[in-house]
């Protein structure tokens, strides 16, 4: 049987799901392959702003015009480290690129970049610290179990709908409502 490969798609936790880091999430696959999954929730924001990160990272930002942007709880995996999902414009000191359009940068230049107004207007990017990470068949497992549904990403949802929002706007992109699911599985 061929590797699935669920790499710019989104999990939306089902109702089952109790672990208060993943309850009501949406992680957006990053890397899906053989040796695992590595992924960031996206509806998750913490206490903390764009602004208190450049602060906590000495970056100026004298010229941020992003002031006030959320920073997201990515997943309990390497929570001190940063993990800025957005839409591939360029190659960072540390980018991977997703998709045509889309990259995972983990480094600081690209913060530098948006402190400083360089890159400003269109550019989409979703701050995180920590990631979610799944070893070799865990991931496709807990999908086996019930415990993800697994749609298609768009970016969209991470850029423009609001976070309360995303959750119930994922599940309608399978045309379902949150209190359509049932938290039982299984055959009768």
């Given at each position: 049987?061929d ?12 109702p ?5 880091c ?12 053989g ?7 996206v509806?998750?924001?913490i ?11 000495g ?18 995996v ?15 000191r ?17 913060l530098?970049?948006i ?5 400003i207007?269109d ?12 070893a ?7 999908i ?9 990403a768009?970016?969209?949802l ?12 994922a599940?309608?992109s ?15």
């Amino acid at each position: 049987m061929d590797q699935l490969d669920f790499t710019n798609h989104f999990l939306i936790a089902m109702p089952s799901m109790v672990d208060p880091c993943f309850s009501s999430s949406i992680v957006y696959i990053c890397q899906h392959d053989g040796h695992g999954a590595l992924g960031l929730i996206v509806n998750k924001p913490i206490d903390m702003d764009i602004d208190d990160l450049f602060l906590t990272l000495g970056i100026n930002t004298k010229k941020n015009r992003c002031r006030g942007r959320d920073v997201f709880f990515g997943g309990p995996v390497e929570t001190e480290c940063g993990f800025i999902i957005h839409r591939y414009s360029r190659d960072w000191r540390s980018t991977i690129r997703l998709t045509s359009d889309m990259a995972l940068t983990t480094s600081t230049d690209i913060l530098e970049s948006i402190a400083y107004g360089t890159e400003i207007g269109d550019f989409d990017a979703l701050i995180s610290l920590g990631c979610c990470g799944w070893a070799e068949g865990q991931l496709e497992k807990e999908i086996k179990m019930s415990a993800w549904l697994v749609v298609p990403a768009k970016a969209e949802l991470m850029f423009q709908v609001p976070i309360e929002e995303r959750y119930d706007s994922a599940l309608s992109s399978l045309g379902i409502k949150p209190e359509q699911i049932s938290i039982k599985t299984g055959h009768v």
